[in-house]
């Protein structure tokens, strides 16, 4: 896999957003600037989040780890396949993808775009295979990395 075909350093950002929908539409503008995402993205992000929360409790991989968030929508909104990873300043509620009436306070996100309706999955996948096989104290650390240069050249040596 060519990770900087995935990752993007244009596309590596920091946000002091502390409102989800506010959080999404900044990164959307953004995204839609850069050309990678489509001008009806945003709201079927926001709708596909509100109806199928994406915010991931990362207690099962470690203790003290911030939850992360892995909101995406699907390929007709999207130009460019990325993981578009977001440091967050402040906590952001967003609710559980396994237990969606639960609140979850996020400090990460990784926001999927995908071109192809079936390439969700194996975006969704090797994300969570990073997750699992990143050792808990280097995972620690980058989930709290504020800077995207350094998010994103982590990335590129360490995601497989």
Do not use: C, W
């Not at 946000?15 to 995402?37: H, P, R, T």
């Not at 007709?76 to 237990?99: D, G, Q, S, W, Y």
């Not at 808990?136 to 995207?148: A, G, H, S, T, Y």
Request: charged content about 25%; overall charge negative; hydrophobic content about 40%.
């Amino acid at each position: 896999m060519n990770k900087s075909a995935i990752f993007s350093r244009d596309a590596v950002f920091t946000s002091f957003q502390s409102n989800q929908d506010q959080l999404l539409k900044e990164i959307y503008d953004k995204l839609l600037d850069l050309g990678y995402v489509k001008g009806d993205f945003l709201a079927h992000i926001i709708e596909r989040e509100h109806n199928f929360p994406t915010g991931l409790d990362t207690s099962t991989l470690g203790e003290n780890l911030p939850n992360i968030a892995i909101p995406h929508t699907e390929g007709e909104f999207v130009n460019k396949r990325l993981i578009v990873p977001v440091a967050l300043e402040n906590p952001v509620v967003f609710h559980n993808m396994i237990r969606p009436d639960e609140e979850l306070s996020v400090k990460f996100l990784f926001m999927l775009l995908e071109t192809n309706p079936d390439g969700q999955a194996k975006l969704l996948s090797q994300v969570m295979n990073f997750l699992a096989k990143t050792p808990e104290e280097d995972l620690r650390n980058f989930l709290n990395f504020k800077d995207p240069d350094s998010i994103y050249e982590y990335l590129l040596q360490n995601f497989e």
